[in-house]
């Protein structure tokens, strides 16, 4: 921006950019089966791509393998200012941002949630999003510090975890000593 002075020449001054200060926590809505692409490409063009994935032992027809697949099936998760979302949305496999009018930032206690399941390289699944059940905190064990929901799942206690915008949900199976009620 040019600003002049009235007692000398222009002088160049730097705009103030918000966009290095503003970044948020964003889900993006990929293609089918699309989101690993979508997080390499993400990566490439500078922005922080999390794309939490689950270790599944598969059947092929001749052994079985054990598979990294997403963990949120059609989403990946980038952090990001709005003001860098034109290149976002111009990235090859990207749908939308989600968001029920325009985008809307996850919660950063969300997704450092999801980080630490991740980190923990515990078994995870997939888990229908549900209201109903007992919140509780972890207070023992790699998952220290996590708050979620009890439930009861093949006989196993579990922690669902949610990301509320995109309406998904993971669980882990927990030791019933591992945890406290939170009021």
């Keep these: 921006m040019l600003k002049s002075v009235e007692s000398g020449p222009a002088v160049q001054i730097p705009e103030q950019h918000e966009a290095a200060v503003d970044l948020r926590w964003y889900a993006l809505s990929t293609r089918s089966r699309h989101e690993k692409q979508v997080r390499d490409r993400l990566e490439g063009i500078g922005i922080e791509p999390f794309l939490p994935l689950a270790r599944t032992l598969s059947q092929w027809s001749d052994r079985k393998v054990w598979t990294e697949t997403p963990l949120f099936s059609g ?19 990207i749908v939308r941002i989600v968001g029920s009018v325009m985008p809307e930032p ?23 999003y549900l209201t109903e059940g007992a919140w509780v905190e972890v ?12 439930i009861r799942r093949s ?7 949610r990301v509320h915008l995109i309406q998904q949900a993971v669980t882990v199976h927990i030791d019933i000593n591992e945890v406290i009620s939170v009021q």
Excluded: N, W
Aim: aromatic share 4%.
């Design 106 to 128: 996850i919660p950063d206690e969300e997704v450092a949630a999801i980080k630490t399941l991740a980190a923990s390289r515990r078994p995870v699944d997939s888990h229908d």
């Design 75 to 93: 989403y990946c998760f980038a952090r990001f200012s709005l003001m860098q979302c034109h290149p976002v949305l111009q990235t090859p496999g």
């Design 155 to 161: 006989g196993q206690d579990c922690i669902v975890i």
């Design 139 to 150: 207070v023992r064990g790699p998952l220290t510090g996590l708050r979620g929901q009890l």
